[in-house]
């Protein structure tokens, strides 16, 4: 018999779940509590259950369905990136991050990713599949059980690998169980959406009956130039993208973070910065610059700190809120799909390869 797993239930569904096993319904709270606020997947540490009905979760049911297959530790922070493994096999990564106060988990949406912007490390490999709600909170429980700080602040940010809004319906549902009291307990300021297109769906999310913060990857302050980094998601104009940002803020929620990766000689000349300062000039929006962070194998370089500080201080005086990430975990392959690639390369599986490109002129 395939075993349900628990977590890709909505919290619903979990109580009819228990009450159809013949169970009080105040059973479904304590199985949501061990499932959620003590991220327990052992049935046997349930000790509040009765013994029978833990046998019985046990044998119909599982509490997690991926396992870590990999686990890498940065030496110089304290950056921890994960390789976890599904129940078909398929693998995806996560990032644990901690800061002095803060812990950030960067989760994936998907196996691959089917855009095929050529500076992602993920868009080198194949796209395989869409990850369940399930599978999103497994990786979310996990990281937050590695982390072992129940009472720290922790942010939860879909900024792995996949395009989370060609995967609505599964986010959406990891979404509910994160914002719900006996899920996660997640409020929209810890949990950050990051996507590189798609007006309609961002509309659609802006609609939903959930509670998130949205990131909108820009990554190039014109058609022309985000067409040659990020080709399909530039089927959409910036200014149907930047329409649905601001559809986005007048639902009632959060002002959106514009994602900018500065790659020397593609996007951060004085005159990228000037118009992206134009673009966002008293709008709505935070101004998040990323320093590109190389791969193994790259045509492309991070910016040194010089570059940075000049694209920056044009921009200051007319964008709003601008901050620049600093990379973390640069020795561990940490910008999004660089484990998962090098252990696609171990499998001797081939690794498509991405086009150099250079801006005419520049
Ligand atoms: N598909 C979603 C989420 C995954 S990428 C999106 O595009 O938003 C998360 C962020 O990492 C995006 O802003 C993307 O532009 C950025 N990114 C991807 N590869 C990077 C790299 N090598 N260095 C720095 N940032 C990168």
Redesign the pocket.
């Known amino acids: 018999m395939n075993r349900i797993h628990l977590r890709n239930l909505s919290l619903d569904d979990l109580r009819q779940l228990v009450t159809s096993h013949g169970q009080p319904e105040y059973r479904y709270r304590q199985l949501a509590t061990w499932m959620y606020a003590r991220l327990e997947t052992s049935f046997a540490q349930m000790t509040d259950l009765p013994a029978e009905y833990r046998a019985r979760l046990e044998a119909e049911t599982r509490a997690t369905s991926i396992r870590s297959a990999l686990v890498q530790e940065s030496a110089t922070d304290h950056t921890r990136k994960f390789l976890f493994e599904l129940g078909d096999g398929a693998r995806v990564e996560s990032v644990l991050m901690r800061y002095e106060h803060r812990t950030t988990l960067c989760v994936s949406s998907q196996v691959g990713?089917p855009?095929d912007?050529i500076?992602?490390?993920t868009a080198k490999g194949n796209f395989q599949r869409n990850l369940t709600a399930g599978e999103i909170l497994d990786q979310i429980c996990t990281l937050k059980a590695e982390a072992g700080a129940q009472d720290q602040k922790i942010n939860v940010v879909?900024?792995?690998m996949?395009?989370?809004l060609l995967n609505l319906e599964e986010v959406v549902r990891a979404l509910r169980v994160m914002n719900d009291p006996l899920g996660l307990n997640m409020s929209d300021r810890r949990i950050t959406v990051?996507?590189?297109s798609f007006p309609e769906r961002i509309r659609e999310l802006a609609d939903a009956d959930v509670s998130c913060s949205l990131?909108l990857?820009l990554?190039a302050p014109d058609d022309e130039t985000r067409k040659q980094l990020m080709p399909k998601a530039s089927r959409f104009t910036i200014d149907e993208l930047l329409d649905a940002a601001r559809y986005f803020v007048r639902s009632g929620r959060r002002r959106v973070t514009l994602?900018y990766?500065l790659i020397p000689g593609l996007n951060m000349s004085i005159a990228d910065a000037d118009t992206l300062g134009r673009l966002t000039h008293r709008q709505p929006f935070k101004l998040n610059l990323?320093p590109?962070?190389?791969?193994r194998v790259d045509p492309f370089q991070r910016p040194s700190e010089e570059e940075i500080d000049r694209f920056v201080a044009r921009l200051l005086p007319v964008a709003p809120a601008v901050t620049v990430r600093r990379s973390r975990g640069v020795d561990i392959d940490a910008?999004?799909g660089q484990l998962w690639n090098a252990s696609l390369n171990e499998k001797k599986k081939p690794v498509k390869e991405t086009a150099s490109f250079s801006r005419g002129g520049d």
């Open positions: 990713c855009l912007c500076f992602c490390e879909f900024m792995g996949g395009e989370p990051s996507t590189s990131a990857s990554n994602e990766v990323i590109y962070n190389p791969g910008a999004c």
